[in-house]
């Protein structure tokens, strides 16, 4: 089954303790892109992947970190978490090489809380 | 960059129809439409190219107007089915990116 798959699905921790949060693709895709959703705030993006070691910026880097050294996955890294980033968190993907032109495939989402 | 989507809310009864709105201040060359259940991830709707046509499925049809940087999500004969939240996103011209608009939340009443 296609899909995108992200774990854990709910996290509550702690200020300052790093986590990571995964995201795997079964689809080959070559777009992936994490987003987190707050109330009122609709989707923002944070971090953006192109294709293995292509990686960008988005809405809200700060305080997030990304890597893609396989097409299939797509971590979010939050060294030192904080309050701030207590949220919904959605990965996706999509088919085509130049960018989004085309259905997102989202994750089931993360949730997370930050103490 | 984010787009702005109009109304915030509406509440329908069955069978009334709804457009939703989103404009950008940038030239843009796709917009998108997904559908939110509460609880679960967006659910792509469809999407309109630059220079493309209107597109639809049963019910539910959207128009990209290029020049004022627009879409309409038009809604006709709601089912109850149809709640839930509606977000446009939009992809600059140029751009590899996908920018979401802060959301309509939809309510179908019996």
């Known amino acids: 089954e296609a899909q995108v798959t992200q774990n854990p699905r709910y996290l509550i921790t702690v200020t300052g303790k790093k986590l990571t949060v995964t995201c795997s693709q079964n689809?080959?895709?070559?777009?992936m892109s994490w987003y987190r959703q707050d109330p009122g705030l609709g989707l923002r993006q944070i971090y953006y992947?192109?294709?293995?070691?292509?990686?960008d910026k988005g809405d809200v880097p700060e305080g997030y970190k990304v890597s893609r050294k396989e097409k299939r996955n797509f971590p979010l890294i939050l060294e030192s978490p904080s309050p701030n980033q207590t949220s919904l968190y959605f990965c996706?993907?999509?088919?085509?090489?130049?960018?989004?032109?085309?259905?997102?495939?989202f994750g089931e989402g993360s949730r997370l809380t930050v103490l | 960059q984010q787009p702005v989507q109009s109304p915030q809310a509406v509440i329908l009864r069955e069978g009334e129809d709804a457009v939703i709105n989103c404009s950008s201040s940038?030239?843009?060359?796709?917009v998108h439409w997904y559908r939110q259940k509460h609880g679960e991830a967006p659910v792509f709707l469809m999407i309109?190219?630059?220079?493309?046509e209107q597109k639809g499925h049963e019910k539910i049809s959207a128009s990209f107007n290029e020049k004022k940087q627009q879409s309409s999500l038009y809604l006709t004969a709601s089912q109850l089915s149809y709640s839930g939240t509606y977000f446009c996103?939009?992809?600059?011209?140029?751009?590899?990116?996908?920018?979401f608009g802060t959301g309509t939340r939809l309510t179908v009443i019996p």
């Open positions: 996706a993907s999509n088919p085509f090489p130049a960018g989004p032109t085309g259905e997102l495939f």
């Open positions: 689809m080959n895709h070559e777009y």
């Open positions: 992947s192109m294709n293995v070691e292509v990686t």
């Open positions: 940038k030239a843009l060359y796709s």
């Open positions: 309109l190219l630059k220079g493309g």
């Open positions: 996103g939009t992809e600059q011209t140029g751009a590899n990116n996908l920018f």
